[in-house]
């Protein structure tokens, strides 16, 4: 059944701050109080700013977070740190 066993991520949240995992058919809540994702404020390399809600933020695996200029030139599509692909972040609206 979906929902019933916990990720490893979410089990270890749940042990240290009591939320839990909010996969497919899980009901549980998550403490907004401590974020999923590390939003890195500026770009890795050139140190362009990329604010939560900027579309042109990528990240790879590790939460390593470069603009699109870098990722689409110098860095082709790779992260330097890590070798893994990068992905465009999640937005973030601010509250």
């Not at 916990?6 to 009901?27: F, W």
């Not at 362009?48 to 870098?70: N, Q, V």
């Amino acid at each position: 059944m979906r929902g019933s066993t916990l990720c490893t991520k979410a089990t270890e949240r749940q042990r240290t701050n009591g939320s839990k995992c909010m996969g497919l058919g899980c009901s549980a809540s998550v403490d907004r109080e401590q974020p999923m994702l590390e939003m890195r404020q500026t770009c890795e390399r050139c140190h362009t700013p990329l604010p939560m809600d900027s579309i042109d933020a990528m990240i790879c695996s590790y939460e390593c977070t470069f603009c699109t200029a870098c990722v689409s030139g110098p860095l082709k599509g790779h992260c330097p740190n890590c070798g893994g692909n990068l992905q465009p972040r999640p937005i973030r609206v601010q509250q």
